[in-house]
């Protein structure tokens, strides 16, 4: 049995040692360096557990690179404790290159400035895409965000909230809601539903078990109907409030 496995291992590296003959020169000076360097390593160490600085790590990155046995010359660490250290060095070298430049968007000239300020003054209708537009015709790069942002604020009217619509105008407002409702003989019922918005009171409902298009219809009809005794009160209140302008 020990023979054999003996015999075996033989053979493998009488295998290994014929297959080097036809390696390149340089391919056999890089394995015998990266092997004479992992036994520095060992006797630097002593009996202590191996270390390897940067140096050493800058030259396995370089060997993992150039040489495409590498693996199989490393002993002293694992294959992927090299390819951890690339990916770390890659991750460095990013780090450094992007320090070269100054991140963020090219800051933009105090005459592209002012030109955009005088331009928007002088055209009030003048928006950002506009002016966007305008800048590219006359060879300006910049994006209509820088546009917008340097662009002259004009004060603007103060207008009603939402709040102060819906305060004003709550007496002449409905909501309409569509729902279903599960009954105790396990039927679905569909209720349609209309409400004012001023006391909550119900203006109109319909309950049906099949909806479809006509009774829709039906409903909107009947809904109309109901506002028909109220319509010319509140088309007066509209026009008292200012809201309503009807063109003669």
């Keep these: 049995m020990l023979r054999s496995a003996a015999m075996g291992n033989i053979l493998i590296s009488l295998i290994h040692t014929l297959s080097r003959g036809f390696r390149t020169r340089a391919s056999l000076l890089a394995e015998i360096l990266a092997l004479r360097h992992q036994l520095a390593i060992l006797k630097r160490s002593a009996k202590k557990r191996p270390r390897l600085g940067k ?3 800058f030259l396995w990155l370089w060997l993992s690179c150039w040489l495409p046995d590498w693996r199989n010359c490393l002993l002293i660490v694992k294959p992927e404790t090299v390819l951890a250290w690339h ?18 968007r090219p800051d933009t000239t105090q005459e592209i400035r ?5 331009m928007s003054t002088a055209n009030a209708t003048w928006g950002a895409p506009r002016i ?3 800048l590219l015709k006359l ?9 917008a ?8 009217p103060p207008s009603q909230t ?21 009954t105790s003989s396990f039927r679905v019922l569909f209720v349609f539903l209309v409400l ?11 309950v049906t078990a099949h909806p479809n298009a006509e009774w829709t219809a039906a409903r909107q009809a009947a809904t109309k109907e109901r506002f028909k005794p109220d319509l010319p009160k509140r088309l007066a209140a509209l026009r008292e409030k200012g809201s309503l302008k009807i063109s003669s």
């Design 162 to 182: 939402w709040r102060t619509l819906l305060e004003n105008h709550v007496k002449e407002m409905v909501s309409v809601d569509f729902f279903v409702v599960p």
């Design 139 to 147: 060879g300006i790069e910049v994006s209509q965000a820088t546009v």
């Design 196 to 206: 004012a918005h001023d006391r909550r009171r119900e203006l109109h409902f319909n």
């Design 87 to 104: 990916r770390k060095g890659f991750r460095l070298f990013c780090i450094w290159k992007s320090r070269q430049r100054r991140p963020g």
């Design 149 to 156: 942002k340097y662009m002259v604020r004009r004060s603007k």
């Design 55 to 57: 140096p050493d790590r």
């Design 114 to 118: 002012d030109l955009i300020r005088r």
């Design 132 to 134: 966007h537009g305008e």
